[in-house]
């Protein structure tokens, strides 16, 4: 068994089995599903994140593999990448507790807490109206490479994120939007995957969602460029723009292709009469 206990949930659970209160515990519920809960709590008037793992079965680890998909096995995932980009300083949660139990992959039992990031935007409300109302050019720059810094950052730590879409990075809005003092967290990790390097297709996967969760908010392609650039400079690999395309062309046209794959993969799935499960 692993737990790790942080106030305040150290004090609440005193003498407490932390599974069970975990279990225990009330709010706005986000996702129910078989294997998997996440709810919003509030304890002492501050808001955190809660996200139960029971195991998803045999069966449904089989399907995963078979369709070569890592199946989500536990709260390990997260807290894994939490620990390494806290490490490397790419601004993430914090998480507060975490629990696991059970020796069995498909029945175990583990929990995480996090931090509730507030008051924050994500980037894909933020950027909802950009194709009909640009934001300030120096703005827009400045959001761009920060996302690409963080993306890079993330990938040369041994991170990849596996949802690795605007909406995930979180701009944080205590102070005034500017250009000039810009605070991101990129949230969700419950699919990423920790190693010492992350393989050139889990990297490819990755731009591939970025690229696509951006295709209708107006971006030109300098903009595009700029990312690419300020991407590989934080990616440990810092050329100028020119080379990057030169032998980049591969990645480049690939993207194109992936996320031309997912666009029709979307209206297909959120066609009128289609099933939106």
Not at 44 to 57: A, T
Not at 142 to 161: P, S
Not at 197 to 210: E, F, G, S
Request: with cysteine; glycine share 6%; charged share 25%.
């Amino acid at each position: 068994m692993k737990l790790m206990l942080a106030e305040p949930f150290k004090s609440l659970w005193a003498g407490r089995d932390a599974f069970e209160a975990v279990e225990a515990l009330q709010g706005q519920v986000y996702r129910e599903l078989e294997g998997r809960r996440t709810l919003r709590t509030e304890v002492d008037g501050r808001g955190y994140f809660v996200k139960i793992h029971r195991g998803i079965g045999w069966g449904e680890i089989a399907k995963n593999l078979l369709t070569a998909k890592a199946p989500v096995l536990g709260a390990a995932q997260e807290w894994r990448a939490i620990q390494r980009l806290t490490e490397v300083g790419v601004p993430t949660m914090t998480a507060v507790a975490y629990g696991e139990h059970g020796a069995n992959p498909a029945r175990q039992h583990s929990f995480i807490i996090t931090e509730e990031l507030a008051p924050t935007v994500d980037l894909e409300q933020l950027s909802l109206n950009w194709a009909q109302q640009p934001p300030k050019a120096a703005l827009k720059w400045a959001l761009i490479r920060e996302v690409a810094q963080m993306t890079g950052n993330m990938h040369r730590a041994g991170v990849n994120h596996r949802d690795c879409y605007i909406c995930h990075f979180l701009l944080h809005t205590d102070r005034p939007i500017q250009a000039s003092d810009l605070h991101l967290s990129v949230i969700d990790l419950h699919r990423a995957q920790v190693r010492d390097t992350v393989p050139r297709r889990w990297r490819d996967k990755d731009l591939a969602a970025l690229y696509f969760s951006v295709l209708d908010i107006g971006l030109t392609r300098r903009d595009k460029l700029r990312f690419l650039k300020s991407y590989f400079a934080a990616a440990g690999n810092e050329r100028p723009l020119r080379q990057i395309l030169r032998e980049e062309l591969a990645l480049l046209l690939w993207l194109q292709r992936k996320a031309d794959r997912l666009l029709v993969r979307y209206a297909r799935k959120y066609a009128p009469g289609a099933n939106h499960e």
